[in-house]
């Protein structure tokens, strides 16, 4: 059986007809269905990349010393992490890439349980059905199937912009020892919290010190508008990141030596982030309101880079109707049945589409 025939049809496919109506809308079409950045990559990055455009050599895998020396220097200085050495950070093609194929790379298959929020970024699942396991959507620690080998939490989370808590974190860290399981925690929108702190799984105050089981993933794509870079990278485990670099090393999984260079760049500056919290922090104040006003109720959307609305009917109902305004959402039902009467709106739009999208709500 070919591979493509036990995915799920690419959900983004079903919203051909909607996006033919919003492009239909005399001022043009305000996509906030894809968290695309559109904001300009930071001039460090660009330079960086051009100054180690002389790549004439092949990366390894498992990345620069200059590199994992930012990696670990970001995370202890930005999430607290406890101390982390070289063995425990390895850079990745972009975090999507490690989500697809973390089962496949931790040896998963027929026999194992891949567990994920039943409100869930859909490569979750993806990256199980790729590797053969079961696939199984569960939000509750305590109710976790006991065969679970490998367990994803994701805060804030897409596409609901929810963050845990603190003592949620570590009933999920129980969980998964317990079970013998690896915690991989998607923490890529970290950068973007508004209602609520953020924790990372390398935090003490989560894992109490112990690293056992746990692998924490994040991007450059949103925090450093660097999607095209295909950046990021995950920490946690040192054992567990070396099974990673050794698999990794006969696939031919490696960071282009110009964007390793511009990734220690990036991840040595905290300035362009927080001018992006600003730009993103605008936007969304603009957007809540005109979705409040238009009769729209907000829930979670505590952080990420997103807005996970309702207008109490099912999604592709509310679909149509913003549609009808020029506008194109992302529906709950991309995102498991759970979610089947919300559409999330990214803010990942410029600040006139936006401020077109806003006037239509409200007028």
């Keep these: 059986m070919r591979l493509s025939s036990r995915l799920p049809d690419f959900p983004w496919d079903t919203l051909s007809e909607a996006k033919a109506t919003a492009a239909a809308h005399p001022d043009g079409i305000v996509d906030l269905s894809v968290g695309t950045p559109v904001d300009p990559t930071p001039r460090l990055a660009v330079e960086a990349l051009a100054a180690a455009g002389d790549a004439h050599g092949y990366p390894t895998v498992w990345g620069t010393a200059q590199l994992r020396g930012a990696i670990i220097g970001y ?19 972009g975090t999507k890439e490690l989500v697809a194929w973390l089962p496949t790379l931790l040896g998963l298959g027929h026999g194992d349980t891949v567990v994920f929020p039943e409100c869930a970024y859909p490569t979750y699942e993806v990256g199980a059905v790729t590797a053969g396991a079961k696939p199984c959507a569960c939000d509750d620690p305590a109710a976790m199937p006991g065969d679970a080998s490998l367990i994803w939490i994701n805060s804030p989370a897409n596409p609901s912009g929810r963050i845990l808590s603190l003592d949620e974190l570590r009933a999920f860290v129980a969980a998964a020892r317990s079970r013998g399981a690896v915690l991989a925690s998607d923490e890529c929108y970290g ?5 609520a702190e953020p924790y990372s799984v390398l935090d003490p105050r989560v894992n109490d010190g112990d690293l056992t089981g746990l692998l924490a993933l994040h991007s450059l794509s949103k925090r450093s508008n660097a999607a095209g870079y295909r950046a990021g990278f995950v920490a946690g485990d040192p054992s567990l990141v070396q099974e990673l670099v050794a698999v ?3 696939l ?9 260079a511009a990734m220690v760049a990036m991840l040595g500056d905290q300035h362009h982030v927080e001018q992006q919290r600003d730009r993103y922090l605008a936007r969304r104040a603009v957007l809540r309101h005109a979705l409040e006003s238009a009769g729209f109720r907000i829930d ?3 952080g990420s880079l997103y807005l996970w609305a309702t207008r109490d009917e099912p999604c592709r109902e509310t679909i149509s109707w913003l549609a009808r305004r020029g506008i194109l959402a992302a529906p709950g039902d991309f995102y498991g049945p759970v ?4 559409v999330r709106l990214a803010l990942t739009a410029t600040d006139e589409r936006i401020a077109s999208a806003a006037a239509r709500l409200i007028g």
């Design 339 to 342: 979610a089947g009467r919300h």
């Design 248 to 250: 990794r090393k006969h």
């Design 75 to 93: 995370l202890e200085d930005r999430w607290s992490s406890v101390e982390l050495t070289d063995e425990s950070v390895l850079p990745v093609v």
């Design 252 to 260: 031919g999984m490696m960071v282009p030596a110009p964007v390793q």
């Design 300 to 302: 979670d959307s505590e």
């Design 191 to 195: 950068e973007f919290a508004w209602d």
